[in-house]
């Protein structure tokens, strides 16, 4: 993963799986929690996964080819559509990352 930060190449198909496998395996229920809260893009749910695995907004938009700006976004949008209501990026960060825990 830091290769293709550093490179800015994006994730391949195989390794996507790889990193659903992961958090499967650290996070039971991570995934069916998150697919449940609102039916999301691939690029919103890719989002998710990065933030799950703690990487850096700037690293994320690096990995998926986008710029950092919308990433932010995806972010603050996804709070919108899940809570219905005005929310930063932190905060959906952080709602990420308190979900199957």
Not at 76 to 87: E, P, Q
Request: hydrophobic share 35%.
């Amino acid at each position: 993963m830091q290769r293709r930060i550093a490179t800015g190449q994006r994730l391949k198909d195989e390794e996507w799986q790889s990193i659903e496998s992961h958090i499967k395996k650290v996070y039971p229920g991570f995934i069916s929690q998150l697919r449940n809260l609102y039916p999301m893009s691939e690029l919103e749910f890719q989002v998710c996964l990065l933030i799950k695995l703690r990487i850096a907004p700037s690293d994320i938009a690096s990995i998926l080819a986008r710029d950092t700006s919308t990433i932010s976004t995806v972010r603050s949008r996804l709070y919108k559509k899940v809570f219905g209501k005005k929310g930063g990026t932190k905060e959906w960060d952080d709602f990420i990352l308190s979900i199957g825990t």
